[in-house]
């Protein structure tokens, strides 16, 4: 959550600074160039504490110490297999013993 307000906080910077370059006729280019230095600068000395915040975020989920991502399927998945073992103790579940694709 804090890498994504880092980010929209950087892009409330950059859209209005490069409107205003665009306005001036600086060129689309030059508009863009302009306007993401300026959005850095402006953000680097004004949100530290957010980029930090952010930079720890990314930090942890990809340092491999953080939780698996999991999507709404799988999480039913899971649930249902422990399901199906709580209720027949008999079946055993091997999920490294998938079917080899063709």
């Keep these: 959550m804090a890498f994504l307000k880092y980010s929209l906080i950087r892009l409330a910077l950059f859209v209005p600074l490069f409107a205003l370059f665009v ?3 600086l ?4 508009a863009v160039l ?3 230095m300026m959005a850095f600068a402006i953000s680097y000395l004004f949100f530290q504490k957010q980029r930090d915040a952010a ?3 990314l930090h942890n989920r990809f340092s491999g110490k953080a939780k698996p991502l999991r999507s709404a399927g799988e999480v039913a998945d899971a649930d249902a297999e422990d399901r199906l073992v709580d209720a027949h ?3 055993t579940v091997h999920p490294d013993n998938r079917p ?3």
């Excluded at 060129?27 to 030059?30: A, E, M, Q, S, Y």
Aim: proline content about 5%; glycine content about 10%.
């Design 89 to 91: 103790p008999e079946i």
């Design 100 to 102: 080899k694709d063709s």
């Design 27 to 30: 060129g689309w280019l030059l």
């Design 55 to 57: 930079a720890a975020t």
């Design 34 to 36: 302009c306007a993401g």
């Design 23 to 25: 306005y001036l006729q």
